[in-house]
């Protein structure tokens, strides 16, 4: 089955424990998105991926860092997290005709 | 850049259309997308039109764009509590890489 998958889908964590959302698709896509989503705010942009070892910031970058070192994963590592960074994470990936496949989202709480 | 901009509510009865609007401000995106959010899940893409196209029809869901106004709609006939859902506008040019609208949360009642 065509899918988009995160891990973990839920975690809490302290501020400054560094943490990585891992993000797979198996669908052979170049391109890979991170988005975070907030009440009111909707989709913004992290980070994305045209293709492998090639990344580029997005609208909300800060505090993010990715890695694209295969063309299947896309890993979303927060290196000293913050309360700011409580949201709920989704992960995509783009198919031939320009459309978004995403994952299930994964809900990330800094206390 | 592209801004996309969406009402964030909108309510109607069971068995009535509701028409979600959305307007862009990039005139040279290409592709416009309607993705569906159910609650704890990801997003689903519904329908997508092109730029040279002015309506598309899918079953209950009419698309129409208006480009010279840059406005998208989706009508959904004969709304089920099934409909209920969060649902994202989408614009893209050239890059494809899309601009998405807040959302509009649809809220079906009986």
């Known amino acids: 089955e065509a899918q988009v998958t995160q891990n973990p889908r839920y975690l809490i964590t302290v501020t400054g424990k560094k943490l990585t959302v891992t993000c797979s698709q198996n669908?052979?896509?170049?391109?890979m998105s991170w988005y975070r989503q907030d009440p009111g705010l909707g989709l913004r942009q992290i980070y994305y991926?045209?293709?492998?070892?090639?990344?580029d910031k997005g609208d909300v970058p800060e505090g993010y860092k990715v890695s694209r070192k295969e063309k299947r994963n896309f890993p979303l590592i927060l290196e000293s997290p913050s309360p700011n960074q409580t949201s709920l994470y989704f992960c995509?990936?783009?198919?031939?005709?320009?459309?978004?496949?995403f994952g299930e989202g994964s809900r990330l709480t800094v206390l | 850049g592209e801004d996309v901009e969406q009402s964030l509510f909108l309510s109607v009865r069971e068995g009535d259309s509701s028409v979600i609007n959305c307007t862009y401000t990039?005139?040279?995106?290409?592709?416009l997308y309607w993705y569906k959010q159910e609650p704890g899940a990801g997003l689903q893409l519904l329908t997508y039109?092109?730029?040279?196209?002015d309506m598309k029809q899918d079953q209950r869901l009419t698309v129409l764009l208006n480009k010279k106004d840059k406005h998208l709609s989706l009508r959904i006939a004969d709304t089920q509590t099934g409909d209920s859902a969060i649902y994202f506008c989408?614009?893209?040019?050239?890059?494809?890489?899309?601009?998405f609208g807040r959302g509009t949360s649809l809220i079906v009642h009986p």
């Open positions: 995509a990936s783009r198919g031939p005709g320009g459309e978004l496949f």
């Open positions: 669908m052979n896509h170049e391109y």
């Open positions: 991926s045209m293709n492998v070892e090639v990344t």
């Open positions: 990039d005139s040279s995106s290409t592709y």
């Open positions: 039109i092109f730029s040279n196209m």
């Open positions: 989408a614009a893209s040019g050239g890059s494809y890489i899309p601009t």
